[in-house]
Every structure is written in structure tokens, then in C-alpha cells.
């Protein structure tokens, strides 16, 4: 049993984790602001957990030792444009709150990033991949693994990044800030409403399942030979966003046209990963079709 925080633990992702890590007989701290988490998430664990409602850009008021960190909380891609200075305080500083209290414990930092930092003009992508930051998240991502090196030079804190593709699953919401592709199709389409696709819909997305993110990171705790490592976590596939609306729309049995939208900003053209490097090293690979994963999702919506 280890001691272990996870940020943004009542999060999606981190509400995954959370029930994982408690199944595995951890002693777990949660540490959310719940802006976009919400306690509902953790119902199940809940009186398993020490629960802090705390935001990660202030200086975290946490009293026990950890060894290990999770590290979640962060400002949505969707409105670094929208607020820069916000997405910096998240996810620059929320960082260097977390490496404070990483070195005051000598705690391991495994940090959930981002794979939109690659450069995405050639696919597949691998941890090779020069980067090419396209929006202010992407960049504060980036700051915030240069944070993770620099603490482990100097203060000897080991880390792990992943970087993840686009991870769906149960308990992911849509709302102003947080609009997941896959949750908004199933979301308008039950609703009886027509989705919006932006640009041509032949963009392609690696969607990955998120029970199979959570099996990775909980690899990550143990495993020596991940320490000081990237790795990207995707699902090695490649799907158009005009193939994910026709897969939703079978599965749910519901034939309405989607409407049209101009291309985002800071969009990507291609998304196909190469995570040849976490199953090296962790013995991990992706069991969770995108299929099965969307079924899971609808049975869990009904």
C-alpha cells in the first residue's frame, strides 16, 4: 500500500484512477476545485478517500506525506485562447504547487500531459516526434514537463509524462469549457439534436478508452524503468470524425444529419500515435475497441 495524491481526482480521468488505485488497497488524497469535477464521480470510493477541495494554481495545504502524485487538474485545451492568464495559473504553476510539494516528500510526480505538443504534420506519431505546440494548453503542457525536468535534475524528483491521445469513457460531461468529441454526439443525439462537425469531418482523432489510460498509469507506480520517462498513451488507430459520427449514430440507432462548422482554432489535421514505447516499458497495450468503448459508454448513459 502506498500514500498517493491524485489532482483533479474528481475529475474524469482522475475519478477512474481514484476508484483504481482505492480497488488496489492504496491510501488515497483527492485534491479538486470541482470546476469541472464533481464529487458524484467518486460516490462509490468516497468514504474511502480523504477528500480536499482545493485549487492546484494556490499553494496546496496538503499535511501527509505521499509517495506518489497524480497529477490531472489542468485548464481545458478549449479556453486557453479564450484565457491564457488562467490556463498558465493552471497548469504552469499548478505544476510548480505540485513539485513544492513533491520535494518536501520526496514523492514520485506521475503527470498526465498532452500529445497535442507534437509537431502532427507527419503520423505516426512517436516520443521522437519534435514538438510543435498549437495552442496556449499545448504550450503550458510543455512548460510544465520542463518543470518535472528540471525538479528531477535538481532535486533528484523522479517523474513519468504521458502524453495522451483523446482519451472518452463514462462520467466525461460536456458543458462551455469542455466539449469531448464523442460525448457531444451522444449528448445532442439523444436530445434529438443535430451535432455540429467543423471543418470536413476527414480529421482524424486516436481515441483511446480511458480504463485502459488508468491500467498504464497505475503501471507506472511500480515500475522502475518508466522513471524519468515520456510515453504516449493512444490506441494506435486512426479514425475521421465523419467515420466517429457514423459509428455513434449506428450504435445508437439514430439517423439525423449533423450540421457544419468552420475549422477550430489551433485544430489538427491528423492524430495517429505509435505507443510501441509504454508497452516496452510497461508491459501495457490497449484492450478497448473504440466500439466496445462507446458501447460501454452508452449502457452507462441510459
Known sequence: ????????????????????????????????NLSNGNLQNINLVRDKVCFIQCDVSKPLPIQRDHEVIFHLACFPRSQSFMNPQRDVEVNVI????????????????????????YDTSKIPINESTPDNPKTPYDLDK???????????????????????????????????????IIMEFITKLKNGEAPTIYWD??????????KDVVSALVL??????????????????????????RT??????????????????????????DCKKAQRILGWRPEVTLEQGINEVLNQTK
Open 1 to 32: 500500500m502506498k500514500e498517493i495524491l491524485v489532482t483533479g481526482g474528481a475529475g474524469f480521468v482522475g475519478s477512474h484512477l481514484v476508484e483504481e488505485l482505492v480497488r488496489l488497497g492504496h491510501s488515497v488524497t483527492v485534491v479538486d
Open 94 to 117: 499548478g505544476m510548480v504547487n505540485v513539485l513544492e510539494l513533491a520535494r518536501k516528500n520526496g514523492a514520485k510526480v506521475i503527470f498526465s500531459s498532452n500529445s497535442g505538443i
Open 201 to 210: 469531418g476527414e480529421q482524424t482523432r486516436d481515441f483511446i478508452y480511458v
Open 142 to 180: 510543455l512548460q510544465a514537463e520542463n518543470y518535472l525536468k528540471l525538479y528531477n535534475k535538481t532535486y533528484g524528483i523522479n517523474y513519468v509524462i504521458f502524453r495522451f491521445a483523446t482519451v472518452y469513457g463514462p462520467r466525461q460531461k460536456v458543458s462551455q469549457e469542455w466539449k469531448p
Open 220 to 245: 507506472a507506480i511500480d515500475v522502475e524503468d518508466a522513471e524519468n520517462e515520456t510515453m504516449i498513451l493512444g490506441s494506435g488507430k486512426e479514425t475521421s470524425i465523419n467515420e466517429l459520427y
Open 248 to 273: 455513434v449514430s449506428r450504435l445508437m440507432n439514430v439517423d439525423i444529419e449533423p450540421k457544419s462548422g468552420p475549422m477550430q482554432l489551433g485544430d489538427i489535421r491528423r492524430m495517429l500515435y
